[in-house]
Each structure stands twice: as structure tokens, then as C-alpha cells.
T-cell receptor
Framework: GAVVSQHPSWVICKSGTSVKIECRSLDFQATTMFWYRQFPKQSLMLMATSNEGSKATYEQGVEKDKFLINHASLTLSTLTVTSAHPEDSSFYIC????????????FGPGTRLTVL | GEDVEQSLFLSVREGDSSVINCTYT??????LYWYKQEPGAGLQLLTYIFSNMDMKQDQRLTVLLNKKDKHLSLRIADTQTGDSAIYFCAERNTDKLIFGTGTRLQVFP
């Protein structure tokens, strides 16, 4: 149980285009999903916290107009990188938190974004 | 501030025990976690410990928590080559997880 999927696994896009990444909790409901960014050989940095049906809460330094987050249902959150630039190239990982028990976060497999 | 520190690298022989250490700064953390990340993959939850516990054992994994020193460790018994990965500790601060810098574990035959 507690499986989280991400789509796509990897994406290459041209500079200036927008890219949407989906995060789904497959076998549980998640009122809260989190989006992280990981640079090579570095730790995960939280970008934003997404609650179903409300606006996302962004961490300091993360541009909300550039990284659009939508959490329309209890099993789906999307991250759209708008007007992507090469410095946005990174590994993006989402996690979903269960609504019961220890509130453990379960992580998706990640999406590698390369912007040319 | 919220800093979670880990040593960067650990190399062990197959069959030996591995001990990965982590120090954190937020004494109000409720849960502390250990995650495993294999190359190009997401994070796999290995185990967690509640802040009022000193120790938790789960098969080959033993977690020790010294709350006074804000020190957390993960011991892997009988380490196998499949255990080679990056291990992250994380503390839960209200709604968020604060991750450590990660320890790369290399297991050699």
C-alpha cells in the first residue's frame, strides 16, 4: 500500500515552454501533497505544500508564478513549471501524506526535467 | 535554524554492520525518519521513530535516538550489496520534513 506515482518520469523541453508534472496517490487519499526539488548529489528541498481544494503554500524563495501547483482532488496534484529555463533543470519529487496514522509522507519516483 | 547533518560517505564490507549517523537541531521534532534513495529513483521510507522512543528495531534495521544530544542513528545488520544507496534522515517539523544532507553507503564484496 501507500504507492505514489509521478508522470512523466523524465522530460526534455525547450527553453520558454511549460511542463506539467503529475503526482498521484494510487491506493490512498492524501489531503496534503508536497513538492520537492533535488539537485545532483544534494538533499531534497521543499518547494511547496499543497492541500486539496486550497492554494499551495510556497517556501521562501520559490516563485509561485513560475511553479504553479494545483491539487484538485484527494489523489492528484500537479506542478507546472512555466517558461522553463535551463536553471530549472532538476529532479522533482512529490510526496503524499496519508490522512490517518502517523501522517507519514510517501514519495513518488521523481521526474527528471531537462531544459535545453 | 533547522539543520540536519549527516556524514557524506560510508563504505562497508558485505556482511558487516553499517551505522549511519544524523544530528538535528529542532528539539520539538515529533517524528524522525530514515529514507533510502537508489540512483535516479524517489525516496523509500525505511523506518521512523517517535520522539519519545529511544530505540526501534525492524528486522535488520535498528534506529537509536538520543534526544538529549539530538542524535539519530540507523544500524543496518548484515549489510548487503543491495543496501548500496543514499540514506536520508529527516525530522518532522510541524507539517514539513527537513531532510539531512544524505549519506552514500557503498557495500563492497
Amino acid at each position: 500500500g501507500a504507492v505514489v506515482s509521478q508522470h512523466p518520469s523524465w522530460v526534455i523541453c525547450k527553453s520558454g515552454t511549460s511542463v506539467k508534472i503529475e503526482c498521484r496517490s494510487l491506493d490512498f487519499q492524501a489531503t496534503t501533497m508536497f513538492w520537492y526539488r533535488q539537485f545532483p548529489k544534494q538533499s531534497l528541498m521543499l518547494m511547496a505544500t499543497s492541500n486539496e481544494g486550497s492554494k499551495a503554500t510556497y517556501e521562501q524563495g520559490v516563485e509561485k508564478d513560475k511553479f504553479l501547483i494545483n491539487h484538485a482532488s484527494l489523489t492528484l496534484s500537479t506542478l507546472t513549471v512555466t517558461s522553463a529555463h535551463p536553471e530549472d533543470s532538476s529532479f522533482y519529487i512529490c510526496s503524499a501524506r496519508t490522512v490517518y496514522g502517523t501522517d507519514t509522507q510517501y514519495f513518488g519516483p521523481g521526474t527528471r526535467l531537462t531544459v535545453l | 535554524g533547522e539543520d540536519v547533518e549527516q556524514s557524506l560517505f560510508l563504505s562497508v564490507r558485505e556482511g558487516d554492520s553499517s551505522v549511519i549517523n544524523c544530528t538535528y537541531t529542532d528539539s520539538s521534532s515529533t517524528y524522525l525518519y530514515w529514507y533510502k534513495q537508489e540512483p535516479g529513483a524517489g525516496l523509500q521510507l525505511l523506518t521512523y521513530i517517535f520522539s519519545n522512543m529511544d530505540m526501534k528495531q525492524d528486522q535488520r534495521l535498528t534506529v537509536l535516538l538520543n534526544k538529549k544530544d539530538k542524535h539519530l542513528s540507523l544500524r543496518i545488520a548484515d549489510t548487503q550489496t543491495g543496501d548500496s544507496a543514499i540514506y536520508f534522515c529527516a525530522e518532522r517539523n510541524t507539517d514539513k520534513l527537513i531532510f539531512g544532507t544524505g549519506t552514500r553507503l557503498q557495500v563492497f564484496p
